[in-house]
């Protein structure tokens, strides 16, 4: 069940991130140049993240660590959904779900590691595995969801 919850939490991070500089030119053409510096902010969002994530997982415990990973990102990206039109807005949120989403690597790791010590080198092998999965399912989910649809909402209708 440890191994499912990465498999499905890296397949939601993954349909999101994959196309990430296609949905930000979609939603703000005039940023095209910006990208490259867009991305670099989500990489160190996700470096905070995962430290985070490490410190959260000492203190709190995983699970709740892991929900309020998840929640951080459920709401961000519901709040992108809602502020697309603004640049400030939609890039913040973006940080603040790239922080959730990685919050939830090292307590995902950490989990797995807790559930079987004594196997703890196979089991996150596998845990690494579940994850590279979740990254190649949710890149081909968010794909067929490119490619069968605008990746906007069309707010013209």
Do not use: H
Request: with cysteine; aromatic share 10%.
């Amino acid at each position: 069940m440890a191994l499912g919850v990465s498999f499905f939490m890296f397949i939601s991070y993954s349909v999101v991130n994959t196309y990430i500089t296609t949905f930000l030119i979609s939603v703000m053409p005039k940023i095209e140049r910006e990208i490259s510096v867009i991305l670099f902010g989500l990489g160190i969002a996700s470096l905070i993240g995962s430290k985070l994530g490490g410190f959260l997982v000492d203190r709190i415990v995983a699970s709740r660590t892991l929900i309020l990973g998840m929640v951080t990102q459920a709401i961000a990206l519901t709040m992108i959904s809602i502020f697309s039109g603004s640049v400030i807005v939609t890039i913040s949120l973006l940080i603040i779900w790239a922080i959730g989403a990685w919050t939830c690597g090292p307590t995902l790791s950490f989990n797995i590691v807790s559930i079987a010590p004594e196997a703890s080198s196979i089991m996150l092998s596998l845990n690494s595995t579940f994850i590279q999965f979740g990254f190649a399912a949710g890149a081909a989910i968010g794909g067929l969801a490119v490619g069968g649809s605008s990746i906007s909402n069309d707010r013209n209708n």
